[in-house]
């Protein structure tokens, strides 16, 4: 089984940083899609950045020039800096990934279990 473990968050002032961390641990065959999602309170989950097929970096244009996404393929571990927090980007963050398990021909879905970022005005 594949798990993803989270770490990083917390609570924050306006125009602070926070660095999140997500380590994927399994017998993992390749990775397609790696990154982090969150979902503020009453709202959808939606898409913040990460590493789409191709190895190609994406961010939501809400946090382009802000977030910065990295990752250590040797660890299978992916980075989330944030910086120039603001109150809007309080949500809870997930970690996610599209992988292909090692032996199998298909890929799946895994989610970590969420990390709380809170940004203070």
């Known amino acids: 089984q594949v798990q993803l473990v989270e770490s990083g968050g917390g609570l924050v002032q306006a125009g602070g940083s926070l660095r999140l961390s997500c380590a994927a641990s399994g017998s993992i065959s390749s990775i397609n899609v790696m990154g982090w999602f969150r979902q503020a309170q009453g709202k959808q989950r939606e898409w913040v950045a990460g590493?789409?097929?191709?190895?190609?970096?994406n961010y939501a244009d809400s946090v382009k020039g802000r977030f910065t996404f990295s990752r250590d393929n040797a660890k299978n571990t992916v980075y989330l800096q944030m910086d120039s927090l603001k109150p809007e980007d309080t949500a809870v963050y997930y970690c996610?990934?599209?992988?292909?398990?090692?032996?199998?021909?298909?890929?799946?879905?895994?989610w970590g279990q969420g990390t709380q970022v809170t940004v203070s005005s």
């Open positions: 996610y990934t599209n992988l292909v398990r090692a032996g199998w021909v298909t890929s799946d879905d895994y």
């Open positions: 590493i789409v097929r191709g190895g190609i970096s």
